[in-house]
């Protein structure tokens, strides 16, 4: 049973256009993150949703958008995508927000052309 | 503002030899999380430990331990013997629990290679 998952893995795709990035967390928590993981691997916070309710926004430009349905959900949705868009993007959950453990997604690897 | 220091960028080491890896932190809250993530080559975050900052004991966990000392800042990974398959790039996280909504703040991270 995957606890954190996101679709696709991989996505590639011209600049220009607009994309989603899905996540789903079967773990029953409360609370959703994006991290963007660059070319040097650092990570770093986008987004943070708790029940539903946009908690956390980072300097991130405004063609993200991140889209939560229901607790268990948090979507990603980029616009007139850009060459430095190109990165992974990490879903994570945890039950609370202040100082739980975060779990993490496999990842979504972005390629912007 | 919190920030996490992982100095050695790459750490190369020959199977079964003992290697530690350094974490050092700032914050000004008096509670706050210490967190350890694991990503192999196959890139998933995989967790490792969670340590509160009231909490200095150290850890062990199989080949694994952890030396959390608030007198330096410092939380270091030590695995013993390693193996080739530990070899990854292993992250250090803060977590901040009582100014507002936190998040975890990472360092650059640490490659470790292990060769045979």
């Known amino acids: 049973d995957t606890a954190v998952s996101q679709t696709p893995k991989y996505l590639v795709t011209q600049m220009g256009n607009d994309k989603s990035i899905k996540c789903e967390q079967n773990?029953?928590?409360?609370?959703m993150y994006w991290y963007k993981q660059d070319s040097k691997k650092f990570l770093k916070i986008m987004f943070s949703y708790n029940n539903k309710e946009l908690i956390i926004n980072e300097t991130v430009p405004n063609r993200f958008s991140p889209k939560s349905p229901d607790k268990a959900h948090l979507n990603l949705h980029i616009n007139s995508l850009e060459l430095g868009d190109s990165a992974v993007y990490f879903c994570?959950?945890?039950?609370?927000?202040?100082?739980?453990?975060?779990?993490f997604g496999p990842g979504t690897r972005l390629t912007v052309l | 503002a919190q920030k996490v220091t992982q100095a050695q960028t790459e750490i190369s080491v020959v199977e079964k030899e003992d290697v530690t890896l350094d974490c050092v932190y700032e914050?000004?809250?008096?509670?706050?999380?210490l967190f350890w993530y694991k990503q192999p080559p196959s890139g998933e975050l995989v967790f490792l430990i969670r340590r509160n900052s009231f909490d200095e004991q150290n850890e062990i966990s199989g080949r694994y331990s952890w030396n959390f000392q608030k007198s330096t800042s410092s939380f270091n990974f030590t695995i013993t013997a390693s193996q080739v398959v530990d070899s990854a790039v292993y992250f250090c996280a803060l977590s901040e629990a009582l100014s507002g909504y936190s998040t975890l703040t990472f360092g650059k991270g640490t490659m470790l290679l292990v060769s045979p």
């Open positions: 994570a959950s945890s039950p609370r927000v202040k100082g739980d453990t975060q779990y």
């Open positions: 914050t000004r809250d008096t509670t706050y999380y």
């Open positions: 773990l029953g928590h409360d609370t």
